[in-house]
């Protein structure tokens, strides 16, 4: 059911905790389905990520689903790490079942999330988060889980 990779990002997850003083943090998910997010990123003045953390309380797909989505935006540029995708983060991490890839959906929100906390601080604009909505992640949930 769940790939060796997905069991080991649960088992051992990478780059858990929390940044202070972040320089983005985003953070979504929804309480009702019990999967949260939060995502802590570090950037540097060249716009590079130097550093990012995850706090995820969640099933296990979601846990392996941050972690992975991490590994894959460190070193990366914020104009990189916004091109992320779920299909990415499944595809890393050797396959989801149909029922978890909601889990990865919401590691790709909450990148983008910290990414336009970021955009915001700075008062820059991030190719491909100009239609991002950060409170888009209560209707996600509702529409993935059939609640309208």
Not at 48 to 75: N, P, W, Y
Not at 84 to 91: D, F, H, S
Request: proline residues 3%.
């Amino acid at each position: 059911m769940y790939t060796e990779k997905v069991m080991d990002h649960f088992r051992n997850p990478r780059n858990v905790g929390e940044i202070e003083k972040a320089d983005g943090v985003g953070e979504v998910g929804n309480a009702k389905c019990g999967d949260i997010m939060k995502i802590y990123l570090k950037i540097n003045d060249n716009h590079i990520i130097e550093d990012v953390k995850f706090q995820t309380f969640g099933c296990g797909s979601a846990i392996a689903s941050s972690s992975m989505a991490t590994e894959l935006i460190m070193g990366k540029s914020v104009n990189d790490a916004v091109e992320l995708t779920n299909k990415a983060v499944i595809e890393a991490l050797g396959g989801l079942p149909p029922v978890k890839v909601h889990c990865s959906v919401l590691a790709e929100q909450a990148i983008k999330a910290a990414l336009y906390d970021y955009a915001q601080k700075k008062n820059i604009q991030i190719k491909g988060l100009e239609d991002f909505n950060p409170n888009a992640d209560e209707d996600f949930h509702d529409h993935v889980h059939g609640e309208e």
